[in-house]
T-cell receptor, first 115, second 114 residues
Framework: NAGVMQNPRHLVRRRGQEARLRCSPM?????VYWYRQLPEEGLKFMVY????????ESGMPKERFSAEFPKEGPSILRIQQVVRGDSAAYFC?????????????FGQGTRLTVV | AQSVTQLGSHVSVSEGALVLLRCNYS??????LFWYVQYPNQGLQLLLK??????LVKGINGFEAEFKKSETSFHLTKPSAHMSDAAEYFC????????????FGKGTRLSVIA
């Protein structure tokens, strides 16, 4: 059973371009979480999705950021018009169900560098 | 709101020495607590978790943690450090509510000196 797959592992974008980060959850997992990791700041929650639904996007910046998890295919985190401050590691995690009892499994992350 | 404080952003121990990484939490409801480890350029891997029951929780790689409600703590320990333990360690709490994701501390980087 393959783990959570994220691609690309490294992404370089110029300021103003779009970044698209992909996350394929573990087989049988229908819940996906995106986190952002900045140096010395730990992981910050961004958005929680279930198939075709956004459950909680309280951690997502209101502008330029969007996320989806379609019925078929991977979850996508999209950042439009990237700025230097978007440079970070973005992690996706998945779980088979929601709730407090559920362990989330993490991917290896996408490291975004904005130049 | 739930929060996690990890004391010490960087801890350095000698190989074979005791590892102690501190985590304190705040929670208005009985907490569910987790420790994750992150190796360089990797994702996070679950070390152990506390939900209910026994307050001393054993995890992988010889790590364990004890939930102390009176101290609102969930410190991570290992009796004897190994070079391969060098990594970043994150404590996390699961907030109340059915669909709320984990809240992480800022992490503690563990260095092991030969």
């Amino acid at each position: 059973n393959a783990g959570v797959m994220q691609n690309p592992r490294h992404l370089v974008r110029r300021r103003g371009q779009e970044a698209r980060l992909r996350c394929s959850p573990m087989k049988g997992h229908s819940h996906v979480y995106w986190y952002r990791q900045l140096p010395e700041e730990g992981l910050k929650f961004m958005v929680y999705l279930q198939k075709e639904n956004i459950i909680d996007e309280s951690g997502m910046p209101k502008e330029r950021f969007s996320a989806e998890f379609p019925k078929e295919g991977p979850s996508i985190l999209r950042i439009q018009q990237v700025v230097r401050g978007d440079s970070a590691a973005y992690f996706c995690a998945s779980s088979p169900r929601g709730g407090r009892y559920t362990e989330a499994f993490f991917g290896q992350g996408t490291r975004l560098t904005v130049v | 709101a739930q929060s996690v404080t990890q004391l010490g952003s960087h801890v350095s121990v000698s190989e074979g020495a005791l590892v102690l990484l501190r985590c304190n939490y705040s929670s208005s409801v009985p907490p569910y607590l987790f420790w994750y480890v992150q190796y360089p350029n990797q994702g996070l891997q679950l070390l152990l978790k506390y939900t209910t029951g026994a307050t001393l929780v054993k995890g992988i790689n010889g790590f364990e943690a004890e939930f102390k409600k009176s101290e609102t703590s969930f410190h991570l320990t290992k009796p004897s450090a190994h070079m391969s333990d060098a990594a970043e360690y994150f404590c996390a709490v699961s907030p109340s509510g059915g669909n709320t994701p984990l809240v992480f501390g800022k992490g503690t980087r563990l260095s092991v000196i030969a």
